[in-house]
């Protein structure tokens, strides 16, 4: 049997220069991942609430400006934006090597560099949302989301490395340069790309949609309801579970850090694991017991973590393995998530959804980073490993009722009757 995502890639010439463009880039955005905090500690000789504050700035444009960012970019031309986007990564990532060598480089400077970059990359992602539906057809979708996400996992298990004999060899700054091709060649791949209509049609909305439109769909409809309330839930438990398990495995169990760093690396493992065989567990299960198979492994096995009476490399083995299953279960979960939320969201709302997505999932995780140190604090850090596991257990109870379960593909709304 010929794997769909292969064929995709095969005889489709459009997806496959998008698809190179990004597999470039998300191998860009590794080495980023790892040489900024460098450059910061490193280039900059700063401290602990420095390399923080260069963090923060990145992803911070997701906090403030999501919902105001997909109301802004509905109706526009996708492909444009994000091209442009790409493009402006590549002039803001440009300054920071150039100030390096001028030796005007400053902590402000980068913080608001990375800020204005993660702007671009929140524009990006949402347009991306909406534009990859316009780039195939609906049953090239799920296998088309497949390729993405494969190779974006991939990036991430072998992007650290890279990026580590990037930064040796050219050092923290100089590495960044690899991060500006790998834009570069997504601004080219996106730009090569077309619609396979034609053109980058949507439809028009029979109401005039406002700035909380994205969030009424997604809170309207009852599958986008539990995708929604899920994802931000689930984020929030896992900022819990993750902030406190480091302390109590490494800390109190014993646990080395290159015992605990590898024990980590066993999620990228399972997110490709995952991923690749995310299409085939929908046809053998239906979409709504295949999509109940990931959320015991990524939700309930973690609750193996901290009732596992060992200490030291048995317990980094114990984390590995729940990382694995932990990674195989989210990396179904992520394709059916978003081919489902593809399909759902009328195209004339594609990218305003996003944006409210976005802003409902990632505005939980300073929450749940808050708890996991007022629990680990009050509590100790291993009932905030218990509770932050708890709580992605309970973060999968909107998606377990009967009808998800019933579900054998994507549910197609009805079209409402002509006036």
């Not at 969201?345 to 007022?374: C, D, F, H, K, N």
Request: proline content about 5%.
């Amino acid at each position: 049997m010929r794997d769909p995502s292969w064929v995709l890639l095969r005889t489709h010439r459009s997806f496959r220069r998008y698809w190179l463009g990004q597999a470039a880039a998300g191998a860009g955005a590794q080495v980023t991942a790892i040489a900024l905090p460098l450059v910061t500690a490193i280039a900059l000789d700063a401290g602990p609430a420095a390399v923080s504050l260069v963090a923060a700035a990145g992803t911070l444009p997701y906090l403030l400006f999501s919902l105001l960012a997909g109301h802004f970019l509905q109706g526009r031309d996708q492909r444009r934006w994000m091209v442009a986007a790409d493009l402006a990564q590549c002039v803001l990532l440009a300054q920071i090597p150039l100030a390096w060598a001028g030796g005007w480089l400053s902590v402000p400077l980068l913080a608001a560099l990375t800020f204005a970059s993660g702007c671009c990359a929140l524009a990006f992602g949402l347009s991306a949302f909406a534009y990859v539906p316009s780039l195939v057809q609906d049953t090239n979708l799920a296998p088309a989301n497949r390729a993405v996400q494969a190779t974006r996992t991939v990036t991430e298990i072998g992007g650290p490395g890279l990026a580590g004999m990037l930064v040796s060899a050219a050092g923290a700054p100089g590495a960044l340069v690899a991060t500006m091709l790998g834009h570069l060649a997504s601004a080219v791949g996106v730009a090569s790309s077309r619609p396979w209509q034609g053109r980058n049609e949507v439809e028009v909305p029979e109401k005039r949609p406002t700035l909380l439109s994205g969030l009424r769909i997604l809170f309207g409809d009852r599958y986008l309801r539990a995708l929604t309330v899920h994802a931000a839930t689930y984020n929030a438990a896992e900022q819990i579970l993750v902030l406190n398990l480091i302390l109590w495995a490494v800390q109190q169990q014993d646990v080395g850090v290159g015992a605990y760093g590898t024990a980590l690396a066993a999620a990228g493992v399972g997110g490709l694991l995952g991923t690749l065989t995310a299409l085939r567990l929908a046809d053998m299960a239906g979409l709504g017991r295949a999509f109940a198979i990931s959320l015991v492994l990524s939700c309930a096995v973690p609750l193996l973590l901290p009732v596992w009476p060992v200490t030291g490399w048995a317990l980094a083995a114990v984390i590995g393995a729940v990382m694995l299953l932990r990674g195989i279960g989210e990396g179904n979960a992520n394709i059916y998530s978003l081919t489902m939320r593809q399909q759902l969201i009328p195209s004339a709302e594609l990218t305003r959804s996003a944006g409210a997505y976005t802003q409902v999932m990632y505005g939980s995780i300073p929450l749940g980073a808050l708890l996991a140190g007022v629990i680990g604090e009050t509590l100790g850090v291993r009932a905030g490993v218990l509770l932050g596991a708890l709580g992605l257990v309970v973060s999968a109870v909107p998606m377990l009722t009967p009808a998800w379960l019933r579900l054998r593909d994507i549910p197609v709304t009805a079209p409402e009757p002509a006036r």
